[in-house]
Structure formats: structure tokens, C-alpha cells
T-cell receptor, first 112, second 111 residues
Framework: DAKTTQPPSMDCAEGRAANLPCNHSTISGNEYVYWYRQIHSQGPQYIIHGLKNNETNEMASLIITEDRKSSTLILPHATLRDTAVYYCIVRTTSNSGYALNFGKGTSLLVTP | EAQVTQNPRYLITVTGKKLTVTCSQNMNHEYMSWYRQDPGLGLRQIYYSMNVEVTDKGDVPEGYKVSRKEKRNFPLILESPSPNQTSLYFC??????????FGPGTRLTVL
């Protein structure tokens, strides 16, 4: 699976949009971009994933650049409960143990 | 409620005393997996299972065993725990190739 690069930390004011970037310049054509988050040692939580089109669900939006070398996770109205470590993962859905390479992620702090 | 459960949530034990951490899911998922999380090392896969009676090693399987006799359960067994197995453990499940659902974690300390 391709490697990802994320900033180690970001701050966001409560109520504002949080935009979390991820670089995955070596992504291959059959690899999806997944986002998970982990709130203080709880089990990681799936947020969203996409292949090449932008995606939106009740939690977030995922914007993938046309060349697929980078993406941005958008939390439209961040709340204090969104404070967590956010992981960008690229992986195929083929048989390779489906292990998720979480890397170090971005620690997002939402402030009042 | 769809969920992955783990027991116990916290465990302190001594070197060499066999232990089992249970994992159960109620979503009829084929795929189940165990990870350990350590500071600075992220989450690493220990073992996984694609279906009943099908298990395979992940990245760090040494010192661990698993079994998958039923679809819903995937226990993690430490036959002879050692202090380097002190860690935070997560079980996960999914339909094949889909997003994974994680349990709440088991914090294990081996003295």
C-alpha cells in the first residue's frame, strides 16, 4: 500500500471547518483513500473513503485531487468532540490481509 | 446495536501466565483482525481471519495465537505472556474489503 504524509498536528476553532490534508503521491490506480480517527485510545473509527470522486457523508467530506496525489478531509463544523488523531490510509481492497497502515496521523485539537 | 466487543478491557498479569482476550462481533462479518498499538509504532496487525477456520499471520504474530471456530468470535491467546506484550490491543471486523469496525480496546500489562 502507498505511504501517506500528514501534518503531525493542527488546531481548529469550534464551529469552523477543519481541513486535514494528506499527501499520497505514490498512490496507484486501484488504491482507495480511507480516513479513520482515534479519540484518546478508543478504538479507531471509520470516517469516509473514496477512489477518485469527492465523497460526503454525515460525518465529513473527502476531496481528492484530480491526479489523486493528495486529498483533504473536511469536518464542516468542528466540535470539541472532534478532537482526535486522524489517519489517512491508502489501500487496495484486494487480498493482502486488509491490514490498515495507520502511520502517525494528524492530531487535531478543536478549541472553544 | 452493531458492535465489536472485547473482554477484558483492562488486564494486569504476570509473565508466563496464559491469558485469552475475547473478541465478538454481531455484524456477521467475514473478516476479523487483531492489532496492537504501542507509542511511536502505531497500530500493527497481529493476526487476521478471512472466515471460519481461516487464519493468517499479520506483521507481528510472534507470541500470539488465534482461533476462528465461529464467525462471530476471534479470541487472542497469549500462551506465555512477556513484558514486551504490554500494549493496547484492538479487535476489528469487516465485510471483506470494506471499512473496519474496531472494538473498544484491551489494555494489557504484563509484569
Amino acid at each position: 500500500d502507498a505511504k501517506t504524509t500528514q501534518p503531525p498536528s493542527m488546531d481548529c476553532a469550534e464551529g469552523r471547518a477543519a481541513n486535514l490534508p494528506c499527501n499520497h503521491s505514490t498512490i496507484s490506480g486501484n488504491e482507495y483513500v480511507y480516513w479513520y480517527r482515534q479519540i484518546h485510545s478508543q478504538g479507531p473509527q471509520y470516517i469516509i473513503h473514496g477512489l477518485k470522486n469527492n465523497e460526503t457523508n454525515e460525518m465529513a467530506s473527502l476531496i481528492i485531487t484530480e491526479d489523486r496525489k493528495s486529498s483533504t478531509l473536511i469536518l464542516p463544523h468542528a466540535t470539541l468532540r472532534d478532537t482526535a488523531v486522524y489517519y489517512c490510509i491508502v489501500r487496495t481492497t484486494s487480498n493482502s490481509g486488509y491490514a490498515l497502515n495507520f502511520g502517525k496521523g494528524t492530531s487535531l485539537l478543536v478549541t472553544p | 446495536e452493531a458492535q465489536v466487543t472485547q473482554n477484558p478491557r483492562y488486564l494486569i498479569t504476570v509473565t508466563g501466565k496464559k491469558l485469552t482476550v475475547t473478541c465478538s462481533q454481531n455484524m456477521n462479518h467475514e473478516y476479523m483482525s487483531w492489532y496492537r498499538q504501542d507509542p511511536g509504532l502505531g497500530l500493527r496487525q497481529i493476526y487476521y481471519s478471512m472466515n471460519v477456520e481461516v487464519t493468517d499471520k499479520g506483521d507481528v504474530p510472534e507470541g500470539y495465537k488465534v482461533s476462528r471456530k465461529e464467525k462471530r468470535n476471534f479470541p487472542l491467546i497469549l500462551e506465555s505472556p512477556s513484558p514486551n506484550q504490554t500494549s493496547l490491543y484492538f479487535c476489528a471486523s469487516s465485510r471483506i474489503g470494506n471499512e473496519q469496525f474496531f472494538g473498544p480496546g484491551t489494555r494489557l500489562t504484563v509484569l
